[in-house]
């Protein structure tokens, strides 16, 4: 059987229409091509659109970038500044100028003397500070509160009586040796002085610009709970102590705080009133003050009696001047004998200095007793009083009769009055066992006046 041959049309068509087939469809792609390369051309311009607005914004950040950089690096100059500023390079420095006395050639030379010793204090607190804190811009603050009236009393009474007509100079040459140095008067009122040194020292301690607080008070142990206080409080650190006299109270040694002692500055010794009698009758003895028979004495005092005291400000006996004046008409009654029988009556008459202590007993079991008022003050009983007036005391008989003569409450306070004899005053004006006093709290004690348990 023979195979068909094909139709030479019908294979021409065939091929034509798989070539128009072919050509549709590469017709096809090309479109889809060029479709999506016109979409590939948009959406690349729309790219190039977006890039160059991220590239604007990002011109934009980076130039707050560095703004802000700049601005950061000045904040962490001013921050520095600040941290400085709060460090604190505040030197507060306080001194109670009744206990830390500046020394006598100091005192002597006037207002030459006051700025030497203002030029001593500063170079030495600095040159202490520099060596155990490092050297800083310090600013050096002094506060020196002190009494004239009682210091200069005191002079007079211990035979430095020349050191009162240029103890002004002095003060006014300390004043003006630089404008952050003041010492002032605070009147001869009880207790004014330590009043304003605990002030400043509860405020100044607790600013932040304050770097170091020197304290020159640590003779007198009433400063102890205002320093305890500060411990307690988180300053123990802002501490620093200024030594006045060569020993510190005992409680503020117990303290362990770092201290500063400046040789030649201060007198190191408590100043000690002669006694009323040194030159009447030659004696050597001493006066300091006190006695523990003083209840008795307190309660006959009258506020005009007291108002006539001639006392320093520590309290601590009568001047020479004033003992002369009023010891002439015992000294002319001391010329009478007296018997045996009638001592114990009249010994008030006796001379003065005559009569030994008997070393065995204290004083307040001698037999009599050695009048408080006589040797702390002025007894106004005279050959009536039934307390002697004729012992010969040394100093530990005068330091033994007032540390006793404080036992006792000052009888104005006690009446709730003001205290006209201020710190010249030899009689308590706060209870010795402070808030602990058993008596006290039973309702009998003898020191009955306002707050006068409340001193710690």
Known sequence: MEAATPNPSHVSQDFEHRIELGFNQLKKEVFNFLGHERASHQKSQQLEKELNVYKLALGGLEAECNRLRTLQSETLKEKKCLEDLMKGNRIVTLIDGDGAIFSKDLISQGQQGGRLAARTLSDSIMQFLSANYGARPYQLWVYLFYNK?????????????????????????????????????????????????????????????????????????????CLRSSETSGYRGKLILLKGYTQMAPAIAELDLP??????????????????????????????????????????????????????????????????????????????????????????????????????????????????????????????????????????????????????????????????????????????????????????????????HSKV
């Open 259 to 452: 201290f500063i002692e400046i040789p030649d500055l201060f007198m190191t010794q408590k100043l000690v009133p002669v006694n009323r009698w040194t030159t009447l009758s030659h004696s050597p003895n001493q006066m300091v003050t006190d006695t523990d028979t003083i209840s008795d004495d307190a309660s006959k005092m009258s506020t005009a009696e007291s108002d006539e005291v001639d006392l320093d400000f520590a309290g601590t006996g009568t001047s020479y001047s004033r003992a002369l004046q009023r010891a002439a008409p015992n000294l002319r009654e001391s010329t009478r004998e007296r018997s045996p029988s009638t001592e114990a009556s009249s010994y008030a008459h006796a001379t003065p200095g005559s009569r030994h202590v008997n070393p065995a007993l204290p004083l307040s079991k001698q037999r009599p007793p050695p009048c408080t008022l006589f040797y702390l003050s002025t007894c106004k009983l005279g050959s009536k009083c039934k307390y002697a007036h004729d012992y010969l005391l040394n100093e530990d008989h005068f330091q033994e009769m007032r540390e006793n003569s404080l036992k006792g409450p000052c009888p104005m306070i006690n009446r709730g009055e003001l205290c006209t004899w201020g710190d010249a005053c030899c009689y308590g004006h706060y209870c010795p066992h402070s808030t602990k006093c058993p008596f006290y709290k039973i309702g009998i004690c003898k020191f009955k006046g306002v707050d006068m």
């Open 149 to 225: 009236r009682g210091l200069t009393d005191t002079f007079n009474r211990v035979g430095l009586g020349s050191l009162c007509k240029s103890f002004e100079d002095f003060v006014v040459g300390f004043n003006q040796a630089t404008e952050r140095f003041v010492m002032v008067d605070v009147g001869s009122m009880k207790e004014a002085a330590d009043v304003k040194l605990k002030v400043h020292l509860q405020d100044d301690i607790q600013l932040p610009q304050t770097f170091k607080v020197v304290f020159g008070g640590c003779h007198d142990g009433g400063y102890l709970a």
